[in-house]
T-cell receptor, first 108, second 116 residues
Framework: RKEVEQDPGPFNVPEGATVAFNCTYS??????FFWYRQDCRKEPKLLMS???SGNEDGRFTAQLNRASQYISLLIRDSKLSDSATYLC?????????FGTGTRLLVSP | ETGVTQTPRHLVMGMTNKKSLKCEQH?????MYWYKQSAKKPLELMFV???????ENNSVPSRFSPECPNSSHLFLHLHTLQPEDSALYLC???????????????FGPGTRLTVL
């Protein structure tokens, strides 16, 4: 089983749609969780950390389910500029473990 | 100054060449990282330096040799690489590493390496 698993997509959605990504992780000892965004041929950038109580930042909501070992990212009112690859990141044994990413394409 | 810079941005080298990748961070961080990103694969952690000391070598072949002269600079020396080493090499920094609780990592733009 991979340490971090994501649906690679692509998710094709129209502008204004709501889209959700899930990510599962295998290490029950993981303590920190993040969503990073990576644009084509660019470096990953932190989108948001994921807290146990769930957190929201504008149109983005992240949630953590420790019992089921998954985290989610919800994007409301999608914009063209949201098109990117979204990387799920989990702390492993003294390191960050990245998922392969989920590609999102938002069309007009 | 941008937070994390990397040079060169693109590099083409033969299998017998020796080259070095450079990373510099202007964020006052104490931890620096090298990652490899290949097509269709997740980022692979290669090396971690914490306060200039190497704390992680993720089973990386010896043809990759890191160097961290101070907390702001990180190098990756390359020699006798293979075509399958062609990838995007990303440097990152964070305030510190601390057990299993990691701070946000800030990435440089990467060096796109092609080995012929």
């Amino acid at each position: 089983r991979k340490e971090v698993e994501q649906d690679p997509g692509p998710f094709n959605v129209p502008e204004g749609a709501t889209v959700a990504f899930n990510c599962t992780y295998s290490n029950s000892a993981s303590q920190s969780f993040f969503w990073y965004r990576q644009d084509c041929r660019k470096e990953p950038k932190l989108l948001m950390s994921v807290y146990s109580s769930g957190n929201e930042d504008g149109r983005f909501t992240a949630q953590l389910n420790r019992a089921s070992q998954y985290i989610s990212l919800l994007i409301r009112d999608s914009k063209l500029s949201d098109s990117a690859t979204y990387l799920c990141v989990v702390t492993g044994f003294q390191k960050l473990v990245f998922g392969t990413g989920t590609r999102l394409l938002v069309s007009p | 100054e941008t937070g994390v810079t990397q040079t060169p941005r693109h590099l083409v080298m033969g299998m017998t060449n020796k080259k070095s990748l450079k990373c510099e961070q202007h964020l006052g961080h104490n931890a620096m990282y090298w990652y490899k990103q290949s097509a269709k694969k997740p980022l692979e952690l290669m090396f971690v330096y914490n306060f200039k000391e190497q704390t992680e070598n993720n089973s990386v072949p010896s043809r990759f040799s890191p160097e961290c002269p101070n907390s702001s600079h990180l190098f990756l020396h390359l020699h006798t690489l293979q075509p399958e080493d062609s990838a995007l090499y990303l440097c990152a920094s964070s305030p510190r590493t601390s057990g299993s609780s990691y701070n946000e990592q800030f990435f440089g733009p990467g060096t796109r390496l092609t080995v012929l």
